[in-house]
Structure formats: structure tokens, C-alpha cells
């Protein structure tokens, strides 16, 4: 019995996974109902060891349930910000809502093609039915407004207060619908932003537009779509197809794919992106690491059923973009807040530096503690200096002004929501 005291413990300094297996057998066997024969200093050194492989586990365990705790406090503390949230800007919200449903300016439910949610909203300046009359009248710039919303709860009406502060300065905006996840794939998506985006270039001059001068405005989700919209057809018009020479990513897009239907770059003026995301890869790992699972965004980006996020970001396109491609893009205008903690800013300063390596004209605005929709709702329902409205307008019509807008909500509300905002 002693050799086999000594051959257990020989075992244990071996390999202790095997030393732990054997111990927890043995003592299985002794609860049977026979007393083990073993001498007692084994006895005491297989419970030990049990003791110690136990020891290892409980931990695992525990971490793992505090891991699922902490994911669920997450969760509620997001939604109780996001109640909160609200509740500070509902006066504001009720305003446009009135607004969106009770204006004449604005012609809602335009299809703009006969796919589901093929749609758009059109903010007419003023007098811009009698202008549009009128021949010799004075065209207007145009903006095409692609909505945010995680690709998953994206709905045109989101960009009615910017549409309606641009509209008011004389600019015709059209705010795209498009389908959401589940309901739409990515290749759905870029198929109804280039849809949108063709019938504008065609019919905007049936509205008073400058078909001349169309900027392309995008934001969060919708400046991910419009930049890869455009960068796709910068890639048609070069003749860049799935596999073929120049093809900047072995992938999986094919030729037509976010690119159909075509328009030419040509037709815009300009692209303007408000806290994009351009890097599918770092937004799923920042999306993971706040809680919202792992393969959150895999399971939206997906070709032929596997995850393509190289092949869907503007940014790993651009990074792999011979200058004759590059060319072809608009002027290119990002706006970012410092504080974003639903796109981190540093997709946008990335995206930058690969434009004007490539020699595109681009600039970029970073704006010191703003976060994800601080130039949306917070800043402009507050009043005064309107911060992206007038970024764009500087883009659009050269207009270097700062217009100074009506309150829509007390201020001190809205800098409660901008502290208290779960995006």
C-alpha cells in the first residue's frame, strides 16, 4: 500500500489532471458502501486533491454567473436611460412629430421603386412647388439623408428635424426608407439606398432641385451604407469585378453586388458622414465588449451565409483602392463626437487618413464630449447654433453663416439627455 500511496502522488506531480481523476474514482468507489483499504495518509491526499480541483471550478462558475448578472444589469441600465432619455426630450419629440404629420412641406410616401419600404420623404423649401413651376427659377441644392437605427430599427422619418432645419435654408432633402434586418440582407440594403439615391439623380429636378449638386448625407448605420453605396459604384465605373484585375478583396460581392442599380459618382457633389460606422470588424468587438453578444453584427453581414465584414466596411475597401479608383469619389466630409460610445470615433479619423493618402479631398470634424446623436436631437432641439446643420450647409451651398434656430426643448433638459443617453 505504500507503493501505491507513492505511485498516486508520483502521478499528482506528473500530471495533475490525471492525479485528479484518479482521486475522485477512487473516492466514488469508497462511498459505495466498503471502506477504502488505502492507508489514511492516501486517504487524505485524494480528498485534497478532489478539494483542489474544486477549488479550480467554483471560481470558473462563479465568474461565469457574475458575467451573466452583469450582462443583464447592463441591459436594465440601458433601458432605464433610454426611458429617461425620452421622457427629457419629449417635448421636442411631440413637436416634429406634429410637424412630420401636419406640414405641408413635406411630401411623405414617395416610392422611389416598387420593392417593400422602396420609399422616401421629400422637405420642400419654401415656395419651392412654385419655383419648381417656374423654368427660370433658381434650382436648389439637394441633399439625400440615409437614416441610422443599427440596421435594424432605420426609419426615414428619424432625420426630420435636420431635413427640416435644411429645407428652411432653402435645400431640398430627400430622407430614404430602406429594409432592416431581419427583414433585408446588407445586399437589400445597398440595393434600396442605390435605388433611392438613382431616383433622386433622375427626378429631383421635378422638385426645384440642382441635380448638380447632390450631397449624400449619411448617419451612424446610414453613413455605413451610403459610403459603401458609393464606394461600390466608384468600383463599378473602374471596373473592379469579384476575382478580376484590380479586385481590392478576394471576396464574395460579385461585381453587382451593392452596386445596382448604377448611378454614376459623378452625379454627387458630395458625401457628408455624421458618426459613421466604417469598420464592421472593430464595431463588432466594441459592440461585444458592451454587452450586446458575441457575432451581434456577424449575423447581419453575411454573404452566402458566412460573415464578410472585411468585404462590407468602406474602410478595408478604401485601404485596398489603387488612386484610379479613389479618384472617382465626391469630396467626402466626416463628423464625429468624441464621446460616441456606440461608434467610436476612431472608424471615422481611420477613414480619413486612407482618403487623403489616396489624395481624395476630405476633411474631418471631431467635436470635443459629443456623443452618438448629440448632432441630431440634443444640440439642435435646444436652440441656437446649429452645429451639423451648418456643417452641411457649408458643404452644400458654401454658406459659411451660422443660423441661429428656435428652442424645441429647454436646454437643461437636453444636456441631462446628452449625459444620460444610452448610445
Known amino acids: 500500500m505504500r507503493g501505491a500511496a507513492s505511485s498516486v502522488l508520483e502521478v499528482h506531480a506528473k500530471a495533475p489532471h490525471a492525479a485528479t481523476k484518479v482521486a475522485s474514482v477512487r473516492l466514488r468507489s469508497a462511498a459505495g458502501g466498503r471502506p477504502p483499504s488505502t492507508p489514511v495518509a492516501v486517504q487524505w491526499q485524494m480528498p485534497a486533491q478532489v478539494a483542489a480541483a474544486y477549488a479550480f471550478c467554483v471560481p470558473a462558475s462563479v465568474r461565469a454567473g457574475l458575467a451573466v448578472v452583469a450582462h443583464g444589469l447592463r441591459w436594465v441600465s440601458s433601458t432605464l436611460q433610454l426611458l429617461v432619455y425620452v421622457v427629457l426630450l419629449l417635448p421636442g419629440f ?49 441633399v439625400v439623408f440615409i437614416t441610422g437605427g443599427a440596421w435594424t430599427i432605420g426609419y426615414k422619418a428619424w432625420g426630420a428635424l435636420l431635413a427640416r432645419r435644411l429645407s428652411e435654408c432653402g435645400v431640398l432633402v430627400a430622407c430614404l426608407d430602406y429594409r432592416n434586418f431581419p427583414q433585408g440582407s446588407p445586399a437589400q440594403m445597398l440595393e434600396d439606398v442605390n435605388t433611392g439615391i438613382s431616383w433622386v439623380v433622375r427626378n429631383a429636378h421635378c422638385y426645384g432641385g440642382d441635380t448638380s449638386r447632390i450631397t449624400v448625407v449619411g448617419q451612424s448605420a446610414g453613413a455605413h451604407l451610403g459610403a459603401l453605396a458609393l464606394f461600390r459604384q466608384c468600383e463599378r465605373e473602374a471596373g473592379v469585378g469579384s476575382g478580376g484585375v484590380g ?174 443617453c444610452p448610445f
Not at 95 to 103: A, E, H, L, R, T
Open 94 to 142: 411631440l413637436q416634429m412629430v406634429s410637424y412630420y404629420c401636419m406640414s405641408a412641406s413635406v411630401s411623405k410616401h414617395i416610392p422611389y421603386g416598387s420593392g417593400p419600404r422602396q420609399q422616401l420623404d421629400l422637405y420642400l423649401p419654401p415656395a419651392a412647388a412654385a419655383e419648381s413651376e417656374d423654368p427660370c427659377a433658381e434650382k436648389r441644392p439637394v
Open 247 to 420: 479586385c481590392p478583396l478576394p471576396d464574395r460581392c460579385g461585381a453587382e453586388l451593392g452596386a445596382l442599380p448604377a448611378w454614376s459618382p459623378r452625379d454627387v457633389h458630395a458625401f457628408v458622414g455624421i458618426s459613421g460606422v466604417y469598420d464592421l470588424a472593430a464595431i463588432a468587438e466594441h459592440m461585444h465588449r458592451r454587452g450586446f453578444g458575441q457575432g451581434a453584427v456577424e449575423r447581419i453581414f453575411r454573404i452566402d451565409g458566412e460573415p464578410a465584414l472585411a468585404e462590407l466596411s468602406p474602410l478595408e475597401r478604401a485601404k485596398r483602392w489603387p488612386r484610379h479608383i479613389a479618384r472617382r469619389l465626391p469630396s467626402m466630409t466626416l463628423v464625429h463626437g468624441t464621446a460616441d460610445n456606440s461608434a467610436p470615433h476612431e472608424g471615422s479619423c481611420q477613414l480619413h487618413d486612407t482618403l487623403c493618402a489616396l489624395g481624395v479631398p476630405s476633411e474631418l470634424q471631431l467635436v470635443d464630449g459629443k456623443g452618438h446623436t448629440a448632432f441630431l436631437l440634443e444640440g439642435p432641439m435646444k436652440g441656437g447654433p446649429d452645429l451639423l446643420s451648418d456643417a452641411i450647409l457649408r458643404v452644400v451651398k458654401g454658406s459659411h453663416k451660422t443660423h441661429v434656430y428656435p428652442f424645441l426643448n429647454p436646454a437643461f433638459m437636453c444636456d441631462l439627455a446628452e449625459r444620460v
